[in-house]
């Protein structure tokens, strides 16, 4: 979708005109476009929701009542056991391992939550755990999906691209790992998810870096080859001891790649609701941003430096210039590279800059999706120049589940 900074910025300014910085806004057109963009990319298969990068249980309601969403994937525990008893969902697939005891409970003692909530494993001792909390004949059978490692390890592994998350890379331990789950009682296998950070999660275009761009592209290619047939071999081995009711995979950045792959069943997305910079640095589908904050203008340095309260809500991730907030409106705004965003305030320079004046807006967007929601009790839904909503993130109905 095609974005007129001008009319954007003039849209966002008179919606919000009642409101005092710093808030966070949502563009419904944006946020529409980019979940029928998202399902279209799918082919076909379902696309289940990142809670993690939308926490705002309004927002996770629209996107799952659009044409091909079907699911949530929660990033804790207790997070899935607060969607599925509030109605926002009835199948929650827990993104993470727990050892949330708590949550462990609740989920055993109730089994509305155990036939709609399934746990993530990748070793025995995650079942042992549990099996503490509560022993199998006292509770409902639990739903287990296996985390099969995504990451590319060439030169016979001496050489690894991507997250480190499970120990399970091969489909011989996949199988074994099945087996053990078959033997216990109390379990039952359902699914098997495999996230390819190195290919959803890393733009393959980062401005201005050209080699870094064609070695990140080199890379991708050959990790997609290789998990193409090492999780097919894994989902076969796998069934052997487990009828799937689904096998997850991919991420925002690789929808459509994941999608073509024959053992995959769904595919996962959040982040490309709300159209976050990281996402800038992709060629396949860069969403539409749909996600802002605004912070006031209260000081002028000097001619040429505006200066905004706040501002400094960086992402996770590696320290890096990646992780800031992007001032966004008016266009031409850059950070100051000896302060970047701040705590308290954020100089900005630029050729938009000497323009501003106290009391002026300027529109930021987030590194990443869900974290923008962290810093704000609500979400100000706009359509056209009409705020037409204001709804609560987690933190405005007194959750932070990680």
Same mark, same amino acid.
């Given at each position: 979708?095609?974005?007129?900074?001008?009319?954007?910025?003039?849209?966002?300014?008179?919606?919000?005109?009642?409101?005092?910085?710093?808030?966070?806004?949502?563009?419904?057109?944006?946020?529409?476009?980019?979940?029928?963009?998202?399902?279209?990319?799918?082919?076909?298969?379902?696309?289940?929701?990142?809670?993690?990068?939308?926490?705002?249980?309004?927002?996770?309601?629209?996107?799952?009542?659009?044409?091909?969403?079907?699911?949530?994937?929660?990033?804790?525990?207790?997070?899935?056991?607060?969607? &599925?008893?509030?109605?926002?969902?009835?199948?929650?697939?827990?993104?993470? @391992? *727990?050892?949330?005891?708590?949550?462990?409970?609740?989920?055993?003692?109730?089994?509305?939550?155990?036939?709609?909530? +399934?746990?993530?494993?990748?070793?025995?001792?995650?079942?042992?755990?549990?099996?503490? &909390?509560?022993?199998?004949?006292?509770?409902?059978?639990?739903?287990?999906?296996?985390?099969?490692?995504?990451?590319?390890? @060439?030169?016979?592994?001496?050489?690894?691209?991507? &997250?480190?998350?499970?120990? &399970?890379?091969?489909?011989?331990?996949?199988?074994?790992?099945?087996?053990?789950?078959?033997?216990?009682? !109390?379990?039952?296998?359902?699914?098997?998810?495999?996230?390819?950070?190195?290919?959803?999660?890393?733009?393959?275009?980062?401005?201005?870096?050209?080699?870094?761009?064609?070695?990140?592209?080199?890379?991708?290619?050959?990790?997609?080859?290789?998990?193409?047939?090492?999780?097919?071999?894994?989902?076969?081995?796998?069934?052997?001891?487990?009828?799937?009711?689904?096998?997850?995979?991919?991420?925002?950045?690789?929808?459509?790649?994941?999608?073509?792959?024959?053992?995959?069943?769904?595919?996962?997305?959040?982040?490309?609701?709300?159209?976050? +910079?990281?996402?800038?640095?992709?060629?396949?589908?860069?969403?539409?941003?749909?996600?802002?904050?605004?912070?006031?203008?209260?000081?002028?340095? +000097?001619?040429?430096?505006?200066?905004?309260?706040?501002?400094?809500?960086?992402?996770? !991730?590696?320290?890096?210039?990646?992780?800031?907030?992007?001032?966004?409106?008016?266009?031409?705004?850059?950070?100051?590279?000896?302060?970047?965003?701040?705590?308290?305030? *954020?100089?900005?320079?630029?050729?938009?800059?000497?323009?501003?004046?106290?009391?002026?807006?300027?529109?930021?967007?987030?590194?990443?999706?869900?974290?923008?929601?962290?810093?704000?009790?609500?979400?100000?839904?706009?359509?056209?120049? *009409?705020?037409?909503?204001?709804?609560?993130?987690?933190?405005?109905?007194?959750?932070?589940?990680?």
């Amino acid at each position: 979708m095609a974005i007129d900074s001008d009319t954007l910025r003039e849209r966002l300014d008179k919606a919000t005109a009642h409101l005092d910085p710093p808030y966070a806004v949502v563009d419904l057109t944006a946020f529409d476009a980019n979940a029928a963009a998202l399902a279209a990319r799918s082919s076909g298969k379902p696309v289940r929701a990142a809670s993690k990068s939308i926490r705002s249980r309004d927002l996770l309601d629209r996107a799952l009542g659009q044409a091909g969403w079907a699911g949530v994937m929660a990033f804790t525990l207790a997070e899935a056991n607060w969607l &599925v008893r509030s109605g926002a969902t009835g199948d929650a697939l827990v993104a993470y @391992p *727990t050892a949330d005891r708590g949550a462990l409970a609740t989920l055993a003692g109730d089994p509305q939550l155990a036939a709609a909530v +399934t746990l993530m494993i990748d070793s025995t001792e995650q079942l042992d755990l549990i099996d503490t &909390v509560c022993a199998p004949g006292h509770r409902p059978e639990l739903r287990v999906c296996l985390d099969l490692d995504a990451s590319w390890r @060439p030169l016979r592994g001496r050489v690894h691209v991507g &997250v480190r998350r499970s120990p &399970v890379h091969s489909a011989r331990a996949a199988g074994a790992l099945a087996a053990a789950v078959a033997r216990r009682a !109390g379990f039952r296998l359902v699914g098997l998810m495999s996230y390819e950070a190195q290919i959803a999660g890393l733009g393959d275009a980062p401005p201005g870096q050209a080699a870094l761009s064609a070695a990140i592209r080199i890379a991708q290619r050959g990790s997609y080859r290789e998990l193409l047939a090492r999780r097919g071999a894994a989902v076969a081995a796998v069934r052997e001891h487990a009828d799937l009711e689904f096998v997850n995979g991919g991420g925002t950045g690789s929808v459509a790649a994941t999608s073509a792959d024959p053992s995959v069943t769904e595919v996962t997305a959040g982040s490309g609701l709300y159209g976050p +910079t990281l996402f800038d640095a992709y060629r396949a589908w860069r969403p539409t941003p749909a996600a802002f904050f605004a912070c006031s203008v209260v000081r002028r340095p +000097t001619p040429e430096i505006a200066t905004v309260l706040g501002g400094g809500w960086i992402a996770s !991730g590696p320290a890096a210039t990646s992780r800031l907030p992007r001032p966004w409106l008016p266009a031409g705004l850059e950070l100051v590279g000896t302060e970047g965003a701040g705590e308290v305030q *954020t100089p900005l320079t630029g050729a938009a800059a000497a323009a501003l004046r106290i009391g002026d807006r300027v529109w930021f967007r987030h590194a990443k999706a869900g974290e923008l929601c962290e810093r704000v009790n609500d979400l100000h839904l706009v359509d056209g120049d *009409t705020v037409v909503a204001t709804v609560p993130t987690y933190r405005g109905e007194g959750h932070a589940f990680l």
